[in-house]
């Protein structure tokens, strides 16, 4: 790590958490290729797709609980 870097990262660190949230989230942005870009859009439509044939009733949700519990069951017969 460079000299700059290792100065910039100990001025960063000294700052209060929520400014570190935002400058560390900004410089992930900026890492963000086109790539990314268009799965994230394509997530966000998914996600929409889904939620829509929820409010239509074509998909019955599952309670969390009851997720959780088969899935445990599941790691249970594995074993």
């Known amino acids: 790590m460079s000299i700059?870097?290792?100065?910039?990262?100990?001025?960063?660190?000294q700052m209060p958490v929520?400014?570190?949230a935002v400058?560390?989230?900004?410089l992930l942005s900026?890492?963000?290729?086109?790539?990314?870009?268009d799965v994230e859009i394509?997530?966000?439509?998914?996600a929409q797709r889904?939620?829509?044939q929820i409010d239509r009733g074509e998909v019955?949700?599952?309670?969390?609980?009851?997720?959780?519990h088969r899935?445990?069951?599941n790691s249970h017969e594995k074993t």
Do not use: F, G, K, Y
């Not at 700059?4 to 660190?13: M, R």
């Not at 900026?30 to 870009?37: A, I, M, N, Q």
């Not at 394509?42 to 998914?46: L, M, V």
């Not at 949700?61 to 009851?66: D, G, S």
């Open 4 to 13: 700059v870097i290792e100065s910039i990262l100990a001025q960063a660190l």
């Open 71 to 73: 899935l445990r069951e």
């Open 60 to 68: 019955v949700c599952i309670p969390w609980e009851q997720v959780l």
């Open 23 to 26: 400058m560390a989230a900004r």
């Open 50 to 52: 889904r939620l829509s």
């Open 42 to 46: 394509a997530w966000q439509h998914e």
């Open 18 to 20: 929520q400014d570190r």
């Open 30 to 37: 900026s890492l963000d290729t086109e790539d990314d870009r």
